[in-house]
């Protein structure tokens, strides 16, 4: 709620969010009601759309690290491929609905699509859910492009030192140097450790557990149980929706409206 924009979380916390530096970094923080599932947030990002009148947004995964592209010919940073995207887009005016890049780590939302297929299903509130909406928009036939702005890393650990991040004063301008090659191979490793954990892909979030005693705090083993719990039956109810488990509806013959009712996939 408030108790972050207050300060009156400390940093162990897991949380905690420092509106103050956030801030000064030009980061305009929108405060969530309450906690939100990701299905929940999704929604919450196309209504605050529709509030603005925006017919497009960027959204992107809170644990990735994204790097330039410093090995291109011709260089352009993140920013300016992303956008160059969107430019495209635009233009092509093509029935368009998601651009990926690394899959929906970075994506670009057409709002029109996602109201066309009525948002993302909030009883699917985690894994699964993905799949669902990303496959009702394909049956209503809005596109999914995979597109690239430069590197995005899915990361469950944290960079040792922050400055290697930024080049030394009076280098700006130099390119693919011993510097990003040494972040990129950080990066490279810390993704790989992620993916490959014995405790899942999601083994990071419990790490956290300070905050004891501080407004509306949560036992962090204790919620990440009650995610668990909720990845579980989303996907449990994501089979009862479509009669089948799996992402790929289309391929086995589901087309936009049969969800919730007797179909049965088509598998040889």
């Known amino acids: 709620m408030d108790s972050n924009l207050r300060g009156l979380l400390t940093a162990k916390n897991p949380w905690y969010l420092n509106h103050t530096r956030l801030t000064q970094l030009g980061v305009s923080v929108k405060r969530t009601p309450t906690l939100l599932s990701f299905a929940q ?20 995964h809170m644990d990735v690290v994204v790097l330039s592209d410093e090995l ?52 699917i509130p985690f894994y699964m859910t993905d799949c669902d909406v990303y496959a009702r928009m394909a049956m209503r036939n809005w596109t999914q ?39 990129k191979k950080e990066l490279e490793a810390m993704m790989k450790e992620k993916q490959s954990n014995n405790g899942g892909r999601n083994y990071w979030q419990a790490r956290q557990d300070g905050g004891q005693g ?23 109810l994501f089979r009862l929706k479509w009669n089948y488990g799996d992402c790929d509806l289309i391929a086995k013959g589901y087309g936009y409206g049969d969800d919730w009712t007797d179909k049965k996939p088509n598998i040889p």
């Open 41 to 60: 947030l999704q929604n919450f990002f196309i209504n605050y759309a529709i509030e603005q009148d925006w017919g497009y947004f960027f959204w992107s």
């Open 72 to 123: 291109l010919p011709e260089y352009k940073s993140v920013y300016e491929r992303a956008v160059e995207v969107l430019a495209n887009t635009l233009e092509e005016r093509r029935h368009w609905g998601l651009k990926l890049f690394a899959y929906d780590w970075l994506t670009l939302v057409n709002v029109e699509a996602m109201k066309d297929v009525g948002g993302w299903d909030t009883q």
């Open 145 to 183: 492009d995979p597109v690239s702005a430069g590197f995005i890393y899915d990361v469950g650990s944290h960079l040792k030192d922050l400055a290697i991040l930024y080049p030394e004063e009076g280098h700006e301008s130099e390119l693919n140097t011993t510097r990003f090659n040494n972040l």
């Open 214 to 236: 501080e407004p509306f705090w949560r036992n962090p083993k204790g919620f990440e149980r009650g995610i668990n719990f909720w990845i579980d039956k989303g996907r449990e």
